[in-house]
């Protein structure tokens, strides 16, 4: 698989991610968990500034931003709105650019001042494992005031997408502890660290 190829799948899932997970949000009644829920939409806002924020990087654009949130917290459904745009932008980047081009360095300074250079691969990565980083702690606030977080995971999205992988695989079993599940934990009490 390519780089381009695997983006392009990384980049469909955090578009899928992030609407399932501010859909969810937007569902909770504003008195929910208020203080969670509020600081999961800034989460989830603060996802979409940086978004925007790499997204002019790699056009080489200002951004506009002065800080990696804004001061005032989006409505939901406006937020929701903007994460698809900014999603959907990456998705058509992606198909404009070259396997060569993704290994172009560029240089750009963050909104703190500091100056930085990364490939268009790395920016293009950093986007999707930050907005993962930032749904996981949404998912724990969502958890802690008893609101079902979206199951949200890359292979989930995978199957979701492309329902035939599951008729696909054909399941191994070792023998231990019932089934292909333990397939990795056997493989490691057979071995010694």
């Not at 504003?30 to 990087?57: C, D, K, Q, T, W």
């Not at 998912?139 to 989930?156: F, K, N, Q």
């Not at 599940?181 to 057979?190: M, R, S, V, W």
Request: proline content about 5%; some cysteine.
């Amino acid at each position: 698989m390519s780089a381009k190829t695997l983006l392009k799948s990384l980049l469909a899932y955090q578009a899928w991610a992030n609407d399932e997970l501010v859909e969810t949000l937007a569902g909770l009644h504003p008195s929910h968990g208020a203080g969670e829920r509020h600081a999961a939409i800034r989460l989830m806002n603060h996802i979409h500034v940086v978004s925007r924020i790499f997204a002019a990087h790699l056009s080489g654009v200002a951004h506009g931003y002065a800080s990696d949130n804004t001061p005032d917290t989006p409505e939901p459904r406006a937020l929701r709105a903007a994460l698809a745009e900014v999603d959907r932008w990456y998705l058509d980047y992606l198909e404009t650019i070259s396997e060569q081009a993704l290994a172009e360095p560029i240089a750009f300074t963050f909104t703190d001042g500091d100056k930085g250079c990364m490939t268009r691969q790395e920016m293009l990565t950093h986007v999707v494992l930050h907005g993962g980083y930032h749904r996981g702690e949404v998912g724990r606030m969502l958890a802690g005031i008893a609101a079902s977080p979206p199951w949200d995971t890359y292979a989930v999205h995978l199957h979701r997408v492309e329902p035939a992988r599951r008729l696909r695989g054909e399941r191994k079993s070792t023998g231990i502890g019932g089934g292909p599940e333990y397939e990795l934990e056997a493989h490691f009490q057979t071995r010694k660290l």
